[in-house]
Each structure stands twice: as C-alpha cells, then as structure tokens.
C-alpha cells in the first residue's frame, strides 16, 4: 500500500508540480515561494495596544485610540492586508480554500511567538461568528477554522457555541466606518458564565473595529474577564 502510494505522489510531482500560490514559480512544499513569502509586512512592535497600527514612539496608543473607550483589552495583528497576504485571504474566504487554515495559523502563532507575545493567560478562544445563511452560502466561516487550528497548536480550549450572530446583515466590505457600526450593531450575543475567562477572540482581517467591538461588548456582559483580539491581518 506504501509503494502503491508513493508511486501516485511521484507521478502527480511530475504531472502536477507544487506551485507557490501567487508567482506560480514552482516549489517543494508549502503555500509560498521564498520571494512572495518575504513579501508578506508583518507587523512588529511598536504597535498601537488597540489598532496594531506601527507607531514612531514606544507608545502604547496611537493618536486615534487615545482617548477612546475600548470594549476589548488588546488588539494584535499579525501583517498588513496587502499582497501577497491578501490574496489568500481572499482565496480563502470567498473561493472555498479552507485548507489554507493551517498555513494561516502556523504563519500566526509563529509570528506572536517571535514578537514575545504570551499565551499563557489565556483559557478560552472564540471567533467571530456568522450567520447560519451567511454559512450556507459560503460553506464554512473562514474564522472559525482560523481559531479552531489555533486552538489545536495553542492547547487552549475553543468554543463556536459563546457567540452566536443572530442577524443576517449584508457584507461589511464596501460599507463606511458609520455604516458598518450601524450595519453589525445589535448583531451578536453571547452565551453562558464566562467570569475568570481570558479569552483570545479571533478573526481573520480588521478593518474598522466595529464588529471585534460589538463581539466584545456581549462578552464582557457575560463576565469575561479580559479579550485580546488576534486578526490575521489589519487594513490599513
């Protein structure tokens, strides 16, 4: 049965060669070449403690945040939603390639890791949620697999029950700042005691806030002790 499967894979190496994801120059494993890779700006400290925007000074806030009342306690991004990162976000949001979740949660938790960012307050992780219809159309929620893989790499426990979306809203995508306030407000709610829990909310791309902050707002309701939100990418 091995050889049988190592003669497939020889045949499909020749046949089908692995290809980076963007450039489509071929390579051994992986999503990305060296070159695309190197292209991905990952955010490093100094960053705003609320946004993740890169900041000139060792401040923990940028300008915008500064005297802004805040839901969540902490908001970390892990790179820039630019190319080449945001041409597999898209891929794995609107094209159905769900098993990007593993590359996207490597590229994750080896970056926090690197910056000194610790796991070990944390016991409980959630995601933003959708809409059972929002899922139907889509087949999955990209965030959901994101904090899932998380989870299993972290060892922390993950729950898709605590938030729940109880309103189909349209897309967030080509809407204003106000706009997408008063598209998510009243949106989500949030089950069970969760006094004591530190908990890591996870999404895939942040771009006004609005959605991590309502999410955030029915967590603490609930008793949550403290939320730290970590995006995949951040907007800029």
């Given amino acids: ?26 390579i051994k494993e992986g999503i990305l070449c060296q070159l695309c890779f190197e292209k991905i700006v990952f955010l490093t400290p100094p960053l ?7 900041l000139k000074s060792n401040s923990n806030l940028c300008r915008n945040c500064r005297n802004k009342y805040f839901f969540y306690d902490q908001l970390v991004s ?15 949001k609107y094209r159905e390639y769900a098993f990007l979740k593993k590359f996207f949660a490597s590229l994750m938790v080896s970056h926090l890791k690197r910056i000194g960012f610790d796991f070990t307050p944390y016991n ?19 965030s959901q697999l994101l904090a899932e893989e998380l989870s299993s790499f972290l060892n922390i426990p993950y729950s898709k029950n605590i938030l729940i979306c109880t309103k189909y ?5 080509q809407l204003n700042y106000r706009e997408r306030i008063l598209n998510i407000e009243g949106n989500f709610c949030a089950q069970g005691d ?15 806030k609005a ?11 609930r008793g949550a002790s403290s939320i730290t939100i970590i995006t995949l990418a951040r907007a800029q």
């Fill in 169 to 173: 809203h349209k897309t967030q995508t």
């Fill in 211 to 221: 959605t991590i902050s309502e999410c955030s707002k029915v967590l603490k309701e």
């Fill in 124 to 142: 409980l992780i959630v995601s933003v949620p959708s809409h059972p219809l929002r899922i139907r159309e889509k087949g999955y929620n990209q």
């Fill in 194 to 208: 969760l006094t004591g829990k530190n908990i890591i909310l996870v999404d895939d791309v942040v771009t006004t």
């Fill in 48 to 54: 705003c403690r609320m946004c993740s925007l890169p």
């Fill in 78 to 92: 892990v790179a820039l939603y630019q190319t080449p990162l945001s041409s597999l976000i898209h891929l794995f």
């Fill in 1 to 26: 049965m091995k050889k049988n499967n190592s003669w497939q894979e020889t045949l499909k190496e020749i046949f089908f060669p692995r290809v980076c994801f963007i450039c489509e120059r071929e």
